[in-house]
C-alpha cells in the first residue's frame, strides 16, 4: 500500500521561503515520477511542480517557474518543493502525488497516489 505523507507547511509573511518534503513508501520509490499540486480555497486542485523517476527532468506551472524548485532524494524516499518568494496567492493546501510512470507528468489523471495534504498560508 502507497502512502505520502507531506510535512513542512505553515504559517508565513509575504517573501518568506518554505520547504515542503514527502515522504513515500509502499512500492519502489525511484521507478516513479513524483508532483505537486495546490487547491486554493474555493478553487480546483492545480498542478505546481513535476519531476522524473531519476530527478533528472522537472517542469513546472508558469506561475512557479523560477521561485519554486522540485527536487527528490531516492535514497530517503523523499521528494521536496522549495518555495521562494511566497506570496499570500500561494496560500493553499499542497499535495504531493506518485505518477503511474516514470517521466515527468503534468496531469492529475497521470498520478494514482495522493498524500493528504499540508496546509500553506501566506500573509501579506
Known amino acids: 500500500q502507497v502512502q505520502l505523507v507531506e510535512s513542512g507547511g505553515g504559517l508565513l509573511q509575504a517573501g518568506e521561503s518554505l520547504r515542503l518534503s514527502c515522504a513515500a513508501s509502499?512500492?519502489?520509490?525511484?521507478?516513479?515520477?513524483m508532483g505537486w499540486f495546490r487547491q486554493a480555497p474555493g478553487k480546483e486542485r492545480k498542478f505546481v511542480a513535476t519531476?522524473?523517476?531519476?530527478?533528472?527532468?522537472?517542469y513546472y506551472a508558469n506561475s512557479q517557474k523560477g521561485r519554486f524548485t522540485i527536487s527528490r532524494d531516492n535514497a530517503k524516499n523523499t521528494v521536496y518543493l522549495q518555495m521562494n518568494s511566497l506570496q499570500p496567492e500561494d496560500t493553499a493546501v499542497y499535495y504531493c502525488?506518485?505518477?503511474?510512470?516514470?517521466?515527468?507528468?503534468?496531469?492529475?489523471?497521470?498520478?494514482?497516489?495522493w498524500g493528504q495534504g499540508t496546509q500553506v498560508t501566506v500573509s501579506s
Open positions: 502525488a506518485q505518477s503511474s510512470r516514470a517521466l515527468i507528468a503534468t496531469s492529475q489523471d497521470e498520478y494514482n497516489y
Open positions: 509502499g512500492r519502489t520509490f525511484s521507478n516513479y515520477a
Open positions: 519531476i522524473s523517476s531519476t530527478g533528472n527532468s522537472a
